[in-house]
């Protein structure tokens, strides 16, 4: 009763102010109002209204008609629960009779409740529920759906925008560095004064080492590793930017032990806790690939070093061998007269080995098995046992050991920093010049370790770790390079013309001056040394030489050192643009193979300098020289045919052979034996020299 009350005062109250839109009187008409079954809120009773009629009345739940204006309707919180239809004569039906129930006359009001089922009588104002309900189902579903878009991408979003950033600091150094070197360069052609253009040259060559330091370090990945290659290229770049990378070969990222965990499940199907009794989550050691785990394994207790690869380098490596192209692509259309595009070449054939630590766990295994047939008094080198390896994986026995520049470690245990170069001399000569054995490319001192030993008769092990850049050198190669280097021993510059052509290659466009630029790359001093007999032995590379090969390692006026000796100098147009412009052009075309030889040998000149850093003597000298000759006779020894296309043996060749060969070893025996006597007398050793090699 009260609803239906409730909907007659709305009726009067419509009816006092006016029906139509412009407030007219109560019985005008209100035109192409809508009209059909409308539905109150609160008590869900049924109104019927009429597009043309003015007079309203309540219908009760059983569809009674009435002509409320919907004006009324919306005052009264009504909604429309069914849509009319137009009958032939015009007025709006609301409800499926034909067009004549229109002008029937209502029947009275009751106001009796509707009887049967409770929700009968909403059955049409009931509608509002179900499209509230679809309204709900498909904001839900719209919401699962964005949602589930936003988790979809989630990931790919993240990688996008840590891309961006990557690639945004890479642009940024590339365009300062290459600015400021334009910017400089034409400041030092308009000066005059050769010690302000140095001072400029030192100063620029700073700054865009600190900004390239500043990026590799924040990127890191396979960066750190690109900054550890240039900390090692003294022969080619000037020092200012390789000793500001030289932290980076200590300073490398650490993985998350969570990361590391989802990525030991991922690869071999078992968790941490199910392969190991115990696991230090605290890295031992980190490099620019991967970090190294103590760890005891299951069952056995045995204690073993696990390497793993940094789970990020996947998602990275493809964005940063683009990267390190796009820079060194850059630097060549800027700078032609410095290709380095040859350095992002060798990145990116070497990083796939890298990445498979079960080609690792095969160098280990060649390396291991060569020099355990060699004498170990000789050869006082350790390698890990492999327990078992995955692609990026690698569980080896635990060798531990202290950094082989640690001069006063060595003091402590009364080693000899001259016995240590000598180790390494003979270890890493058999890897260039022996048969069957690769090279280890990458033995930078965070790769080397050295161990107290009662084995060895120096009285210490080197332990050799990281064995993921190895390269074979074909034979003919290793026989070119040993008679390069007796040439370079015995001054003989015809035969080191001879065969350092042999060594580049046809591709090296060789000339004259490419020639002894190479020579001095390769051996690291001043080609006037070259060309004294016994000279890059007996004369030792003192502060000023090594200023003078830094000196000319300068995009401008750098010029060769004068050759002498009968060897014609290059004319001026030669020397224009300096050694450095040259020995980048000879670096981008010579075989790669030899860039890793030339990083080798630096990287093994590094250490000594390092070990011999404060020892008397300063250098292991003369020694390490007679070591290299040793090696070198070998092998021309065991390539030279000494017999003839009719098999007649040729024994002139022979006799030569032999005497080279015997020349070299009685020379380093004697050396060896006058070392030890100095040693008896408290001379000390610092690897001294005593001229045997100019004799």
């Known amino acids: 009763m009260s609803n239906m009350s409730s909907i007659r005062r709305g009726v009067r109250a419509f009816q006092r102010v006016g029906l139509g839109r412009g407030g007219g009187s109560s019985g005008s008409t209100i035109g192409a109002s809508p009209g059909g079954v409308w539905t109150c809120r609160r008590c869900k009773c049924s109104l019927l209204t009429s597009t043309t009629t003015t007079s309203t009345t309540a219908s009760t739940a059983q569809g009674q008609r009435s002509s409320i204006p919907s004006r009324l309707l919306f005052r009264r919180n009504f909604t429309q629960t069914s849509v009319p239809r137009l009958s032939s004569s015009g007025p709006i039906i609301g409800n499926p009779s034909s067009a004549s129930q229109s002008s029937e006359k209502k029947p009275p009001v009751s106001d009796e409740k509707p009887k ?101 370090e924040r990127n890191g990945s396979i960066f750190i590793k690109l900054g550890q290659h240039l900390a090692a290229m003294g022969y080619l770049l000037p020092k200012e930017w390789t000793s500001t990378f030289i932290p980076l070969q200590d300073k490398c990222p650490v993985s998350s032990i969570e990361s590391i965990r989802e990525m030991v499940i991922k690869d071999t199907g078992h968790t941490i806790e199910e392969l190991f009794d115990e696991f230090d989550p605290v890295p031992i050691g980190a490099a620019s690939l991967a970090q190294v785990h103590r760890a005891r394994l299951k069952g056995t207790g045995e204690e073993v070093a696990v390497k793993l690869q940094h789970p990020s380098l996947e998602e990275w490596i493809p964005l940063d061998i683009a990267l390190t192209r796009f820079t060194f692509t850059n630097i060549r259309h800027f700078f032609p007269n410095y290709p380095l595009s040859w350095l992002s070449d060798e990145m990116e054939a070497s990083l796939p080995n890298e990445l498979d630590f079960t080609h690792e766990a095969r160098n280990i295994k060649i390396v291991a098995d060569h020099f355990s047939k060699l004498p170990h008094s000789t050869y006082p080198l350790v390698v890990p046992t492999v327990v078992w390896a995955k692609k990026r994986i690698i ?24 016995d240590v170069t000598a180790a390494l001399a003979h270890v890493f000569n058999e890897m260039i010049f022996g048969t069957g054995v690769p090279l280890h490319c990458d033995p930078h001192a965070g790769n080397l370790a050295i161990r107290p030993s009662r084995a060895s008769p120096a009285g210490f092990e080197i332990i050799l770790y990281d064995h993921g850049l190895y390269r074979t050198i074909p034979e003919s190669l290793r026989t070119s390079y040993a008679k390069m280097w007796l040439a370079v021993l015995d001054g003989d510059v015809p035969a080191l013309r001879k065969y350092a052509a042999e060594v580049v290659g046809d591709d090296a466009g060789w000339s004259e001056q490419r020639f002894r630029i190479f020579a001095s790359a ?66 981008s075309s010579v075989p790669r193979v030899v860039l890793l030889i030339l990083k080798t040998n630096d990287l093994t000149r590094s250490l000594e300098e390092m070990l011999m850093r404060g020892v008397q003597g300063g250098s292991s000298g003369e020694r390490g020289f007679l070591i290299l000759a040793r090696y070198c006779a070998r092998r021309v020894y065991s390539a030279t045919e000494f017999r003839d296309e009719k098999g007649r043996w040729r024994w002139w060749a022979w006799i030569r052979a032999v005497w080279a060969l015997w020349r070299v070893e009685v020379r380093l025996k004697v050396f060896e034996v006058l070392l030890r006597a100095r040693r008896a007398v408290g001379a000390g050793s610092g690897g001294g020299r005593v001229g045997l090699l100019s004799a």
């Open 522 to 587: 390769i051996t690291g001093r001043e080609f006037r040394v070259l060309t004294k007999k016994g000279g890059v032995a007996s004369e030792a590379r003192d502060d000023a030489e090594r200023a003078v090969m830094a000196g000319a390692l300068t995009p401008v006026n750098a010029s060769v050192p004068p050759m002498t000796d009968g060897i014609e100098s290059a004319g001026e147009g030669e020397n224009e643009g300096g050694m450095l412009a040259e020995l980048m052009q000879l670096l």
């Open 395 to 418: 569980v080896m026995n635990y060798l531990p050991g202290q950094r082989l520049d640690d001069q006063l470690w060595l003091a402590q245990h009364n080693i000899d920093p001259g």
């Open 116 to 216: 049967g089922k409770k929700k009968t009588a909403s059955g049409s104002a009931s509608g509002s529920s179900p499209r509230k309900r679809r309204r709900l189902f498909f904001t839900i579903i719209s919401g699962v759906v964005v949602l589930a878009a936003l988790g979809y991408s989630w990931e790919d979003a993240k990688h996008a925008v840590g891309a961006m950033r990557r690639a945004g600091r890479v642009a940024v150094g590339l365009t300062l560095c290459i600015n400021d070197y334009r910017v400089t360069l034409n400041q030092v052609d308009a000066e005059q004064d050769p010690k302000k253009k140095q001072h400029m040259l030192d100063a620029c060559h700073k700054r865009c080492a600190n900004r390239t330091y500043s990026v590799l």
